[in-house]
């Protein structure tokens, strides 16, 4: 990155695997770049690897955009503190197009890069030959398991699940998931980190979804075939669950807010996996919205329109 300094880096050592210092991570999309962001905001030493230097150059912009926005409202009256805040943020992270490189001396590399297994798997066993012994390995993934994805490494236990949410600099949730290989020391360090960067953690074991996905995607598929069936209109199903249960959001809102493509690409991953489950099954209304191109929210249509 342009304009991100190259740091320097203290010698780690594994007996300071319980204390992350050295953050990289794959990834500099949308949750790739959040991760970043929170990681050097609490002052861990950060490289964030992309595809390619333009790419990381869009990342770069996005993490100074919110940095800024975080540090406005930090420093609500102190212009210059806020000036150091951001260049002290963004001291603390360098880019790279070569991750083998990049995880030289990380303590944890974080993956949040496209969800597909297959790619993950090359990246992964790429990772696992150029890490030190020490480096713990997580993935950001929502619907993949984690124990397939560290089936390619030999480290598994020093694998787990770090699952971050959107936007990842304002949600204070990180689940943190556990293989059954996962050693008690990764999980400490995992979840230690977590902590360190501001965030509450909760465990969860390897299971579709986590905690969060596994109860919000059935659910949202529940409303959606509520309404397929004419049971009650989508907006009627907002507002019964906005005023009877107190949700800040109607689940056919909020699936236009999530993206019809997430959404019914992680049901149609779990349906292919595990087909016999009802919850799982795949909703025509909304696989014919992402065949339209109305992908909620981000496209202006999904279930509802919205002004651009
Ligand atoms: N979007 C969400 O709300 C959300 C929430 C939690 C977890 N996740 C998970 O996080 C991961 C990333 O999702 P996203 O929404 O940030 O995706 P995204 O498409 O915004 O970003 C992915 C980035 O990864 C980069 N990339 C792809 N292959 C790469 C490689 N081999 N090396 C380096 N970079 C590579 C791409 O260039 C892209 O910029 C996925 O596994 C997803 O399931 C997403």
């Not at 949202?220 to 249960?245: F, N, P, Q, T, V």
């Not at 065949?291 to 999904?302: H, N, P, S």
Request: glycine share 8%; aromatic share 6%.
């Amino acid at each position: 990155m342009a304009s991100f300094k190259i740091i320097t880096r203290g010698l780690a050592t594994s007996a300071a695997r319980n204390a992350i210092k050295n953050v990289t991570v794959i990834g500099g999309g949308l949750m790739g770049s959040g991760i970043a962001q929170v990681a050097a905001q609490t002052g861990h030493n950060v490289t964030l690897v992309e595809v390619n230097a333009d790419i990381l150059k869009k990342a770069e912009g996005s993490i100074v955009n919110s940095v800024g926005r975080v540090a406005k409202k930090m420093y609500k009256d102190d212009a210059a503190a806020a000036k150091k805040f951001l260049e002290e943020t963004q001291s603390r992270i360098k880019g790279s197009t070569e991750p083998a490189k990049s995880v030289s001396d990380a303590d944890l590399v974080i993956e949040a890069i496209v969800e597909n297994m297959d790619i993950k798997h090359k990246l992964f066993k790429s990772l696992d030959e150029a890490a030190p012994a020490k480096t713990i390995f997580a993935s950001n993934t929502s619907s993949l398991s984690i124990g397939e994805i560290a089936s390619v490494t030999s480290r598994k236990d020093r694998f787990g699940g770090l699952h971050f949410f959107n936007p990842v600099a304002v949600m204070k949730l990180l689940e943190v998931v556990r293989i059954p290989e996962t050693s008690e020391d990764t999980y400490q360090a995992m979840m230690a980190w977590g902590k360190a960067i501001g965030k509450t953690c909760i465990t969860c074991k390897d299971t579709p979804g986590f905690v969060v996905n596994r109860l919000l995607v059935p659910y949202l598929a529940e409303a959606i075939r509520m309404m397929e069936r004419g049971d009650a209109s989508a907006r009627d199903i907002d507002i019964a669950m906005k005023l009877g249960a107190g949700y800040p959001m109607g689940p056919i809102e909020l699936s236009d807010y999530v993206g019809h493509d997430t959404s019914n690409s992680i049901v149609q991953g779990w349906h292919k996996k595990f087909p016999d489950n009802p919850l799982f099954k795949p909703c025509d209304s909304q696989q014919k919205l992402v065949a339209a191109g109305k992908l909620g929210v981000k496209t202006g249509e999904g279930y509802y329109k919205y002004n651009k």
